[in-house]
């Protein structure tokens, strides 16, 4: 399908590198950015698209495919919400994506999703989760992979809602902040979050997403 890019139409590489991220706009949780590196000639799985066009079940099928596929290789880069709160969470965004992609070296064309300055090496499309299969992947996987982990946080930070709402701004959300106050999975720099206290005993999160990745 073309894109309308013309690096990305005329490309010969034998290597497609394709990175999203999930969480952008989330008051809790990290944000998480995956890149995922395919073969030029790879075929993707059927019905794969940007990840917000899918449902639960369709995403998480796609998923296990994807992670199945021995053609498939993809790297995951999350960025914990102290990072965010430090250097904010446009920055933070652009670094993922850099380090994600530097994981696969070598002579392949790199596409990111969005309109990022990310440097000549890098081409930014917004609607490449539509447009470009690996930039699709990276968008299912990463959905799915942060999903997963904010079910695992909300088990360990009961009524907050995180794995109805994955930490977005919400109702509900909103509401538990106000009863409960921040937890760790929290960015305290945000102006909601901000407001709200902070009760004590939290758990470590990046003790989590490890337990989630070896899963």
Same mark, same amino acid.
């Given at each position: 399908?073309?894109?309308?890019?013309?690096?990305?139409?005329?490309?010969?590489?034998?290597?497609?590198?394709?990175?999203?991220?999930?969480?952008?706009?989330?008051?809790?949780?990290?944000?998480?950015?995956?890149?995922?590196?395919?073969?030029?000639?790879?075929?993707?799985?059927?019905?794969?698209?940007?990840?917000?066009?899918?449902?639960?079940?369709?995403?998480?099928?796609?998923?296990?495919?994807?992670?199945?596929?021995?053609?498939?290789?993809?790297?995951?880069?999350?960025?914990?919400?102290?990072?965010?709160?430090?250097?904010?969470?446009?920055?933070?965004?652009?670094? $993922?994506?850099? #380090? !994600?992609?530097?994981?696969? @070296? &070598?002579?392949?064309?790199?596409? /990111?999703?969005?309109?990022?300055?990310?440097?000549?090496?890098?081409?930014?499309?917004?609607?490449?989760?539509?447009?470009?299969?690996?930039?699709?992947?990276?968008?299912?996987?990463?959905?799915?992979?942060?999903?997963?982990?904010?079910?695992?946080?909300?088990?360990?930070?009961?009524?907050?809602?995180?794995?109805?709402?994955?930490?977005?701004?919400?109702?509900?959300?909103?509401?538990?902040?106000?009863?409960?106050?921040?937890?760790?999975?929290?960015?305290?720099?945000? $102006?909601?979050? #901000? !407001?709200?206290?902070?009760? @004590? &005993?939290?758990?470590?999160?990046? /003790?989590?997403?490890?337990?989630?990745?070896?899963?």
């Amino acid at each position: 399908m073309p894109t309308g890019n013309s690096r990305i139409d005329s490309s010969r590489s034998e290597l497609i590198c394709g990175s999203d991220e999930v969480g952008y706009g989330a008051w809790a949780g990290p944000l998480l950015v995956v890149a995922v590196c395919v073969p030029g000639s790879w075929v993707p799985p059927a019905g794969l698209t940007d990840s917000k066009k899918l449902s639960e079940e369709q995403r998480e099928a796609l998923a296990r495919l994807l992670r199945d596929d021995p053609s498939v290789r993809f790297f995951l880069v999350p960025v914990w919400p102290a990072q965010i709160d430090e250097v904010g969470v446009y920055k933070a965004n652009i670094g $993922a994506h850099l #380090k !994600a992609h530097a994981n696969f @070296e &070598g002579d392949m064309l790199h596409v /990111a999703d969005g309109n990022l300055d990310l440097g000549p090496d890098i081409v930014s499309l917004p609607k490449a989760d539509t447009l470009v299969p690996a930039v699709s992947a990276a968008s299912v996987i990463a959905k799915v992979t942060r999903d997963q982990f904010m079910a695992r946080l909300d088990e360990k930070h009961p009524g907050y809602g995180f794995k109805g709402h994955k930490g977005y701004g919400v109702p509900v959300h909103q509401e538990a902040l106000d009863r409960l106050g921040p937890c760790d999975a929290h960015r305290m720099s945000y $102006a909601p979050v #901000k !407001a709200a206290r902070k009760p @004590e &005993g939290t758990p470590d999160m990046f /003790a989590l997403f490890d337990e989630l990745d070896q899963d």
